[in-house]
């Protein structure tokens, strides 16, 4: 691509316009020198609607599915796929045929046959497919993997990660909300929360590939027994310890609401609803927020452990823990010339470093990184994952955190494995 076509922004087109499409295409409206939205597609009127006038859309380029966007002749370099999970897969075929190149929300398949057939049809047409794997271009995470790559840790023996899932993020949308549901979701907690994680894993441990995986994992707190004496069916309903219960629907949703909460009136259709309709709406006992947690026949785990033996000998574990008292990312990795360790929300990395000659025969450093504006998308993940996007669609050199498929699809296919040895009570499988 010439240097004139690399000033110019590129045109991208929306399919499936919800809460992670919006966070990227309005990249558009800090950055319009680098992209414009010139089209949208999603079956929901009121989603299109809300493009049409954020974006300026002309009318002729909103579409109500994208079979109809891929009927009409390509007019955009890419597209940006927000679409929930189980139509991922559906949903970018006809854009690839129809010759966009496709920016996939994660997870980009529910199986490791449609990750085949998503790849095929890739090759097939000769289109490019970036997973928003956002955290790898966290500047955390792309700090981890500049020292791997330097050389200073040595050989990587052992990697070990953590997420600590907060007992009300856990509430919004893993117990009481849409992604506890297999049917709604189309999978389990390990790939709708934590394909990013074993992302991050097999990123930072490539060109060295997994041989081996195992898990264990249960529903372990959120279940009857569990219940505290005398809960309730629904908290605002007949629960006469509500006002004790930390997962009281009152307290969380009302009293106390934290970012999550906002989900709840969305998924519910009353976006800006006042207190009193939020009230009316969780002493509801068809509005599945009005649950009592322990009584939601929960079928996802809500923790999982995970073990992978890495071709060359070295291991790997992930731990995800749901109901912690706050969300958290941690990692250890243990070379053979040092280790590097930290928090993702803290932005700072310890890096320790054998040295005899050092007192207590080491040298510590602590990296403070410099993060994204506070309150940034995961970690200002997101902001640069669309800056990548845009920087393949003009034919640029891809960065160091690139979410191609073909790169991406390691990580999916631990969770798959992953999860079908938890079904087999952790017998360990080939990868």
Not at 29 to 48: F, K, T
Not at 53 to 72: K, M, N, Q, Y
Not at 174 to 200: N, T, V
Not at 219 to 240: T, Y
Request: aromatic share 6%.
């Amino acid at each position: 691509m010439n240097q004139n076509a690399r000033s110019k922004p590129v045109d991208v087109v929306v399919v499936g316009m919800g809460a992670r499409a919006m966070i990227y295409a309005q990249e558009t409206l800090r950055h319009p020198e680098m992209l414009h939205i010139v089209g949208v597609a999603d079956v929901n009127p009121q989603a299109v609607r809300l493009a049409r006038d954020t974006f300026g859309i002309p009318e002729e380029r909103c579409f109500s599915s994208s079979e109809a966007l891929a009927s009409v002749p390509r007019f955009a370099q890419g597209a940006i796929n927000g679409t929930m999970d189980p139509q991922h897969v559906s949903t970018t075929l006809p854009l690839l045929r129809r010759g966009y190149d496709v920016l996939l929300e994660k997870p980009f398949a529910l199986d490791q046959y449609q990750a085949d057939l998503l790849l095929s049809c890739a090759r097939e047409t000769g289109r490019r497919v970036m997973i928003c794997h956002v955290l790898r271009y966290a500047s955390f995470y792309r700090r981890l993997k500049e020292l791997i790559v330097s050389g200073e840790l040595g050989h990587i023996i052992n990697i070990q990660m953590t997420e600590q899932v907060s007992y009300f993020h856990e509430s919004v949308s893993y117990i009481r909300g849409k992604y506890a549901s297999p049917e709604i979701c189309g999978s389990g907690m390990l790939l709708s929360k934590c394909c990013h994680d074993l992302d991050i894993m097999a990123w930072l441990m490539a060109p060295n590939h997994p041989a081996c995986v195992t898990s264990l994992g249960s529903v372990f707190q959120f279940r009857p027994e569990m219940a505290p004496s005398g809960a309730g069916s629904h908290c605002l309903l007949d629960c006469p310890i509500q006002r004790e219960c930390h997962y009281s629907a009152r307290h969380l949703y009302l009293e106390y609401p934290q970012r999550w909460a906002n989900n709840i009136w969305h998924d519910c259709g009353h976006e800006g609803a006042s207190e009193e309709e939020k009230l009316h709406l969780l002493s509801d006992p068809a509005n599945p927020y009005s649950r009592c947690v322990y009584r939601c026949d929960l079928r996802i785990v809500d923790h999982q452990s995970v073990m992978i033996g890495f071709s060359d000998g070295a291991t790997g574990t992930f731990c995800m823990n749901g109901g912690a008292t706050a969300s958290s990312r941690t990692i250890h990795l243990t070379g053979t010339k040092g280790e590097a360790a930290g928090c993702f929300e803290d932005d700072r990395l310890t890096v320790s470093l054998i040295s005899p000659q050092a007192p207590g025969g080491r040298q510590v450093r602590v990296e403070n990184l410099t993060p994204a504006k506070r309150g940034a998308a995961h970690g200002g993940g997101d902001q640069a994952l669309v800056m990548d996007f845009v920087a393949l669609l003009r034919g640029e050199k891809p960065s160091l955190c690139s979410t191609t498929l073909e790169d991406s699809i390691t990580g999916h296919r631990l969770v798959f494995l992953a999860e079908d040895s938890r079904r087999q009570n952790g017998e360990m499988l080939a990868f």
